[in-house]
């Protein structure tokens, strides 16, 4: 990048873990809080989709353009793999790639916060603190009664997070783009409650009730204490995160090669 008079900068906690491997130009740049990357046209995410995650609270609503460099396992979001980085900066260099857009959750309670980005890129999840009792939580759309979940808790998904946690509960594969929320409870004691899909333009309140005097609303990766019966609204984000993508890694690629799908497993090939 260098050689093409591309500059860069690099995380502080990164930078010191590769300066201490490798010899970093001179020219080098550090960055440390989202207000440090004003400027930037793009930002190379290395890691797994947890690292997309992270990388969601860092960027917050500036709308930088995102590459996923995939050196985790599986990499649905970080899509790049280490022997194509060559070819994906060039595709950056050259203009050749598209934009995908991802739409957030915003997390919001008249009675507590969730830090300085209440947002959520793959799912917001209410769980049980203790996991040894069943919890109920009370769904609503657009302030009308929906149903009662008896269950360990209930994910709140954008089709980013269809592919994640939902999925393994056994929510469906929403389509990116697709203005979608899916609503997956997480081993429901009713075996007839199935997973729900409204559009993101609802408002989805939760309340949740049960012996433990709280329980746990994660955002992503990042967990928060909510006091029993404790009112959360979810909300579509105002903005989206925004997600490089290059010829040949379209969604439907993806969910191909990642999962195996239309693979024939009778074939030794």
């Not at 793009?42 to 930088?64: C, H, Q, W």
């Not at 269809?162 to 389509?175: D, E, F, K, N, Q």
């Not at 903005?239 to 490089?244: G, H, N, P, Q, R």
């Amino acid at each position: 990048m260098v050689r093409r008079g591309i500059s860069f900068s690099v995380h502080e906690k990164f930078y010191l873990f590769l300066s201490s491997r490798v010899s970093l130009p001179a020219t080098t740049g550090i960055f440390k809080t989202h207000e440090d990357l004003r400027g930037t046209n793009f930002l190379l995410s290395v890691g797994g989709d947890g690292t997309i995650l992270e990388t969601a609270t860092m960027i917050r609503d500036s709308k930088i353009p995102v590459v996923g460099i995939n050196t985790g396992r599986l990499g649905f979001l970080s899509s790049v793999n280490l022997e194509n980085v060559d070819a994906a900066i060039e595709a950056l260099v050259n203009e050749d790639f598209t934009i995908d857009r991802r739409s957030l959750l915003h997390v919001n309670s008249a009675s507590q916060g969730f830090g300085e980005f209440p947002y959520a890129l793959n799912e917001v999840t209410l769980l049980n603190r203790s996991r040894n009792t069943m919890i109920t939580v009370h769904a609503y759309v657009n302030d009308q009664f929906m149903s009662t979940y008896w269950a360990d808790g209930l994910i709140v998904a954008t089709p980013t997070g269809s592919t994640a946690y939902s999925l393994s509960c056994g929510g469906p594969i929403v389509m990116p783009g697709s203005n979608n929320v899916i609503l997956t409870p997480i081993a429901p004691h009713n075996l007839n409650v199935r997973p729900f899909v409204i559009s993101d333009s609802s408002k989805v309140s939760l309340r949740a009730e049960g012996r433990d005097p709280n329980f746990v609303l994660t955002l992503d990766s990042r967990s928060y204490p909510v006091d029993n019966e404790t009112i959360i609204e979810i909300v579509r984000a105002p903005f989206d995160f925004c997600l490089v993508s290059f010829t040949g890694h379209s969604f439907f690629n993806l969910i191909r090669q990642k999962m195996g799908w239309g693979i024939d497993v009778r074939s030794k090939k």
